[in-house]
């Protein structure tokens, strides 16, 4: 079945270079996803990449995926105190439809 | 960014009630999706509709719950009977037509006592 690991935690200081690992089951995922939830807040879609894809960036994130190894990582640049929130890896597998399965979330505290 | 909205933001219930959570969808965005959150583990799928049908659901969304479109606009999810373990958010979530980004509402938080 599908499953998707991340760590639970890291902590950073303001200015440095975060980077949060995800790593997954199905090879055939299609789609690779990181959202951002910040407290008392709903799910918002940072970015995404096709799995026919290694990186992708878009501002100060930058995403790498590893297909041989099922490994996506999320790097942020710069990383703001306004950063500090969970971030959860999340794919669509290749079953013919576009439900998200989610990690548990990686909580990213960003001290100034 | 596109914004779906959901209301109420938190409800609380007796167990055995039936609850009603909305969602208002952004414009011609046709794909529903309703996702639940049990506090302290993972965002988990319920269901998948479109086209006034459903296209997927889960294991947990069992016979207590149901979802419709009631007036072509908004997307509902009922739980007819609550239980204690129906605690949760319950998250919205709406994508276009050949698209593959979801975008998720605020949530609605659910207490079930």
């Known amino acids: 079945g599908e499953d998707v690991e991340q760590s639970l935690f890291l902590s950073v200081r303001e200015g440095d270079s975060s980077v949060i690992n995800c790593t997954y089951t199905?090879?055939?995922?299609?789609?690779l996803y990181w959202y951002k939830q910040e407290p008392g807040a709903g799910l918002q879609l940072l970015t995404y990449i096709f799995s026919n894809m290694d990186m992708k960036q878009d501002q100060r994130l930058t995403v790498l995926l590893n297909k041989k190894d099922k490994h996506l990582s999320l790097r942020i640049a710069d990383t703001q105190t306004g950063d500090s929130a969970i971030y959860f890896c999340?794919?669509?597998?290749?079953?013919?439809?576009?439900?998200?399965?989610f990690g548990k979330g990686t909580m990213l505290l960003v001290s100034p | 960014e596109p914004e779906v909205t959901q209301t109420p933001s938190h409800q609380v219930t007796q167990m055995g009630q039936e609850v009603i959570l909305r969602c208002v969808p952004i414009?011609?965005?046709?794909?529903f999706y309703w996702y639940r959150q049990i506090l302290g583990q993972k965002v988990e799928f319920l269901v998948s509709?479109?086209?006034?049908?459903?296209?997927?659901k889960s294991e947990i969304f069992d016979d207590q719950f149901s979802v419709e479109r009631p007036d072509g606009s908004n997307f509902t999810l009922k739980i007819r009977s609550t239980k204690l373990e129906d605690s949760a958010m319950y998250f919205c979530?709406?994508?276009?037509?050949?698209?593959?980004?979801?975008?998720f509402g605020p949530g609605t938080r659910l207490t079930v006592t």
């Open positions: 414009s011609n965005h046709l794909y």
């Open positions: 979530a709406n994508s276009l037509a050949g698209t593959y980004e979801q975008y």
């Open positions: 509709f479109y086209n006034n049908e459903i296209s997927e």
């Open positions: 999340a794919e669509i597998p290749n079953s013919g439809y576009s439900t998200l399965t």
């Open positions: 199905d090879s055939s995922s299609t789609y």
